[in-house]
């Protein structure tokens, strides 16, 4: 399953944004899918998961309270609702799908069993 990540672009702080990650099937739908993000100079770090089975969402604790993953299966898609903004926020952001099916956020492991989509840069100014 090929993924893509779009949505991104250039927002004040404080602002709001929503990232679409679309699948080319629907078996995406049976897939649990993860938010990554890497900002200029820094390591990849996994910022959501949510579950395919429940669509239960997890959160790294430096977006929760202000991002939301939600996903649309008649639309095979997961978002990335982000609010109140932040410079650090600041990254390109990649979904990604542990193709492995029905597994849960707290055992996926999106790098040997995962599909990537391209990212899309987000841009945060201060």
């Known amino acids: 399953v090929q993924l893509q990540a779009f949505g991104g672009g250039w927002v004040h702080a404080g602002g709001s944004l929503r990232l679409s990650c679309k699948a080319s099937?629907?078996?995406?739908?049976?897939?649990?899918i993860g938010w990554f993000r890497q900002a200029p100079g820094k390591e990849r770090e996994q910022i959501s998961c949510i579950n395919s089975s429940d669509g239960r969402a997890s959160y790294e604790d430096s977006v929760k309270g202000r991002f939301t993953t939600s996903r649309d299966n008649a639309k095979n898609a997961v978002y990335l609702e982000m609010n109140s903004l932040k410079a650090e926020d600041t990254a390109v952001y990649y979904c990604?799908?542990?193709?492995?099916?029905?597994?849960?956020?707290?055992?996926?492991?999106?790098?040997?069993?995962?599909?990537w989509g391209q990212g899309t840069l987000v841009t945060v100014s201060s």
């Open positions: 990604a799908a542990d193709l492995r099916v029905g597994i849960f956020c707290g055992i996926a492991d999106f790098v040997n069993s995962g599909s």
């Open positions: 099937e629907s078996t995406v739908n049976y897939y649990t």
